[in-house]
């Protein structure tokens, strides 16, 4: 844990407390179901998320949708102080993703446990190839698309009727919505299944994230799969050795079988 504490002094002057604010207008809100294999050999193993794309004029964010139930009851909790969280589903992606166009610029945020960080990197360039062939999702007449993005080859299908340049995850850059794209395995797959509009005040919230440099988020990741049980402690609570052993042990099992991730190459 002092690994980490003494990491994450060293880029605090990098904090949150410096971040300028972003506002815009969200104008649409995507729904997608996301399938993914988490090990590259079990292809019985596939989890699904049902993940969350709003869109405004000079943003977007892209969050698990079991993190904005638990958003909204926080919410309610804090205004009327009686709301039952025991049935609200725990979300297994944690991770959310602004892109903001305005600056081009990605930011990613992840939680640990206790170790909130974000990081930013550039809007990455797509070269997508158009391919002349169409079909229906969501009553929207799509057409094809194929890239490739970080090891992987993808196949997308964006509408012609949604002319926003945007996408789950990190992808965009059609000349309309993509409403559904995969690999070419499929072991990570992103389908549209509900669309609205809506007139949503945004102001992004940073959430206690520390921000770092990229490489730096990566040994965060890369010390805590060394250490699993880094995630389970904090100044609040003390754990016995045994029972960080244990975390270690179960810890490393885990990040051990999830071996397929989305993004292949840094």
Request: hydrophobic share 35%; with cysteine.
């Amino acid at each position: 844990m002092k690994q980490i504490k003494i990491f994450l002094l060293l880029i605090i002057s990098n904090s949150v407390l410096g971040q300028n604010k972003i506002i815009d207008t969200l104008k649409y809100e995507i729904v997608y179901n996301y399938k993914y294999q988490i090990n590259k050999a079990d292809t019985l193993n596939i989890q699904t998320e049902s993940m969350v794309l709003k869109i405004g004029k000079h943003l977007s964010e892209y969050v698990s949708y079991n993190k904005t139930l638990v958003k909204e009851k926080l919410k309610e909790m804090s205004e009327s102080g009686n709301v039952d969280m025991r049935n609200v589903p725990k979300a297994r992606i944690l991770y959310r993703i602004v892109k903001d166009h305005s600056n081009k610029d990605i930011l990613f945020f992840n939680s640990f446990g206790t170790t909130k960080l974000f990081y930013y990197e550039p809007i990455g360039q797509f070269f997508w190839q158009l391919i002349d062939e169409e079909k229906e999702i969501l009553g929207y007449k799509c057409k094809k698309a194929i890239t490739t993005f970080s090891g992987r080859d993808y196949i997308a299908w964006y509408s012609i009727d949604l002319t926003l340049s945007e996408g789950p995850y990190k992808f965009y850059g059609l000349p309309g919505l993509i409403l559904s794209i995969s690999d070419d395995k499929r072991q990570h797959a992103f389908d549209a299944i509900g669309i609205k509009k809506i007139n949503e005040s945004y102001n992004l919230e940073y959430d206690k994230h520390v921000k770092v440099s990229k490489s730096e988020y990566l040994q965060t990741v890369n010390k805590i799969k060394e250490k699993p049980s880094l995630m389970a402690q904090s100044d609040l609570m003390q754990f016995s050795k045994e029972m960080l052993d244990k975390l270690d042990t179960k810890g490393k099992e885990k990040f051990n079988y999830e071996n397929n991730p989305i993004e292949l190459t840094e």
